[in-house]
């Protein structure tokens, strides 16, 4: 999540981290979570019921900051390395927002028609056309 902050190759990640609230509470947020939830999430939530010792905290925090040395060995890798987007054939855009549009326009229906409603029509075609032939 700090390495997303930065997203056009900038070396230094942490800056100005401390002036985006809405970062801060949210990164709170999940170290609070992840710490209730081993500690104390037991049985239900199946994990130890005495949580993690001090030693698996130090496991765990050395191993999720090794993303960091891999975010910038990443940097540090030429640009050819990574494919391009954004270079899709206009045709091709065009032919996935119709799909895109269809698939939506389908799931509208069906979320709109009512199954029993439809049903009931069948029906009562049928009992007339019932009545017609006798």
């Given amino acids: 999540m700090i390495c997303a902050r930065k997203i056009h190759d900038e070396w230094n990640i942490f800056e100005g981290i401390f002036s985006n609230f809405m970062f801060l509470g949210v990164l709170t947020a999940i170290i609070v979570g992840q710490i209730i939830i081993v500690q104390y999430g037991g049985w239900g939530l199946k994990v130890h019921r005495d949580g993690i010792t001090p030693q698996q905290w130090k496991i765990c925090i050395a191993v999720s900051s090794s993303i960091l040395i891999v975010d910038w060995l990443l940097k540090c890798l030429p640009e050819r390395f990574f494919p391009i987007l954004g270079d899709e054939d206009p045709k091709e855009v065009e032919a996935a927002k119709w799909d895109y549009d269809q698939l939506r326009f389908r799931k509208r229906?069906?979320?709109?028609?009512?199954?029993?409603?439809?049903?009931?029509?069948?029906?009562?075609?049928?009992?007339?056309n019932n009545s017609k032939e006798s």
Avoid: F, Y
């Fill in 109 to 128: 229906r069906n979320l709109t028609t009512d199954d029993s409603h439809t049903m009931t029509l069948n029906i009562v075609s049928k009992s007339k």
